[in-house]
């Protein structure tokens, strides 16, 4: 038996939101969670606004996290995959699967990124509260 919940977040380039969310749990409740995150077509690079944004959350290692496939993450169980502004299905083993929606903002300016790490917070709380061990 597991001592700490699996979380997979993936997202469509791993660039940003899945990785948002991978830094939150780890920030707020690493002890208890292990967060990975993963992209369906990654890109070669976080977004840069995703490091800034999670440095002035207080979470200061976003830059050493690099881009990965869900290919790329382990081949286990997961107790939960959660993706992100991407279809529900993707190809790895979880016990609940759920689905983040966050409108489509392609490019988004400052101001909207900073709601949008907001409401992801929000839910990364949420969840984890919801699952601790």
Known sequence: MRNKTYILFVCHDNAMYSQMAEAMVKLYRDDEICAFSAG??????????????????????????????????????????ITIGV??????????????????????DDVQLLRLRDKLLNKVLNLVISVAV
Not at 87 to 106: H, M, N, T
């Open 40 to 81: 369906l077509e990654p890109a070669r690079k976080l977004d840069a606004k995703a490091i800034a944004f999670m440095d002035r959350l207080g979470y200061h290692d976003m830059g050493m996290h690099t881009t990965k496939s869900v290919n790329d993450v382990p081949d286990f169980n997961y107790d939960f995959v």
């Open 87 to 108: 279809p529900a299905y993707v190809p790895v083993s979880a016990d609940k699967r759920l689905e983040w929606r966050f409108g489509d903002i392609e490019d988004p």
